[in-house]
């Protein structure tokens, strides 16, 4: 009985959740989501490793891409290519968006470079061969 009276007590003190209509909640697309309004070109299976912004990996001015642009410490992902002119947005697997803005070793032509922060995330990231497509 004063158990029963005990769980009837803590029943009526709990707080009631109400759920927010559908209508009330809104959510913002994500970018892969955003892609349904543009115009997606397959390209194809490429080879896609990782690269940092250090010198041994770059030339002498790592944090300059070969756009010019300033890449180090952006949030946007940036991508090198050969194949894909400068600034071409590209979409790799299901999951990645990245904007060209530098250039991978002249002999690598068919291979994208994904410039990351951490060279423990690029050792981790290794050498992928993953679907690609451009957006226009």
């Not at 947005?89 to 990645?96: A, L, Q, S, T």
Request: net charge negative.
């Amino acid at each position: 009985m004063f158990i029963s009276l005990i769980i009837i007590l803590i029943l009526m003190i709990r707080p009631v959740m109400v759920e927010a209509p559908q209508e009330a909640i809104i959510r913002q697309p994500t970018e892969i989501e955003k892609l349904e309004s543009y115009n997606i070109e397959p390209l194809g299976y490429r080879i896609i490793t990782a690269y940092n912004a250090v010198e041994g990996q770059t030339d002498s001015e790592p944090c300059i891409s070969a756009s010019g642009k300033y890449v180090c410490g952006t949030d946007k992902t940036i991508c090198a290519s050969n194949e894909i002119p400068m600034g071409t947005k590209i979409k790799i697997g299901n999951d990645i968006i990245c904007e060209i803005q530098d250039r991978t070793n002249s002999r690598y032509f068919f291979r994208l470079d994904i410039l990351m922060a951490d060279l423990t995330e690029a050792k981790e990231w290794g050498r992928q061969i993953k679907f690609v497509s451009l957006i226009k």
